[in-house]
């Protein structure tokens, strides 16, 4: 089953769960989605595949740590609640990500492949190590396992 049909089936879920916060993230969702497939031309009986889906959360996701690093800078902590909750409901949704020690590794090696030795090509290795990983790890915690090895 495609996560897109998924998420669509929590919709009834949710709506007889009497679950507020998990109904608002999927409504939000699947307007999202409707937005996707506009946006590339197709029609809404259309489904996105996984990856089109998991990107949509993802940018959702992104939007909701924005929006609480706004808020509890601004002390705000009101606003930031909300966000928390529903963030929480998209992280059910996306993979689980390495943590920077199982990144290591995989760093340390694309290192020695591409024989990157000083830190001006930090960028460099930082961008191999995404394109392998494919979303597999936070961009941040790829970062800093990238400046460890130096």
Do not use: C, W
Request: proline share 3%; net charge neutral.
């Amino acid at each position: 089953m495609l996560l897109h049909e998924q998420v669509k089936g929590e919709l009834k879920i949710s709506l007889k769960a009497k679950q507020a916060v998990r109904l608002r993230v999927v409504r939000q969702l699947l307007t999202a989605f409707m937005n996707e497939m506009v946006a590339t031309g197709r029609t809404p009986q259309d489904l996105l595949t996984d990856e089109e889906t998991l990107a949509v959360i993802k940018r959702a996701a992104k939007q909701r740590k924005e929006s609480i690093t706004q808020y509890e800078a601004a002390n705000r902590p009101e606003l930031a609640a909300p966000e928390k909750e529903e963030l929480a409901v998209l992280e059910t949704y996306l993979p689980q990500l390495m943590s920077i020690k199982d990144i290591t590794p995989i760093v340390v090696a694309k290192k020695a492949e591409l024989g990157i030795n000083d830190k001006s090509k930090m960028g460099l290795l930082v961008g191999a190590v995404m394109k392998e990983l494919a979303g597999q790890a936070d961009g941040s915690d790829v970062k800093l396992a990238v400046e460890a090895t130096f």
